[in-house]
């Protein structure tokens, strides 16, 4: 199946496209980003978590951090990153072998 616009005609002058046939399923396209922003609070929660984890355990890894808490590695990456901003915690060493020390 094939869908043809007009040439001058975008996603964007639409808004929204939505269009179905026969035997598939229905398809929505859009111009508009989906965002999905998460409440303040879990990420106090989980910057929370990761100080405990770091008092636990010193030596964690980032990745280790990121299996124990279900998060994705870059999500652990950002909240260390912001705790260190805010002088919560700070990197002992080298990245391997190093260790997490909480200041606050």
Known sequence: ???NLNSNMTVADCG?????AK???KVLISDQKATRKRPEN???EQEDAIVELILVNPYI????????LDMHDSSVKRRLASLQDRNVIRRV???KGGYWQVIK
């Open 1 to 3: 199946m094939s869908l």
């Open 16 to 20: 929204q496209l939505s269009f179905s």
């Open 23 to 25: 035997n598939t399923k």
């Open 42 to 44: 879990s990420l106090q």
């Open 61 to 68: 890894s980032r990745k280790e951090i990121a299996r124990q």
């Open 93 to 95: 060493g080298a990245a």
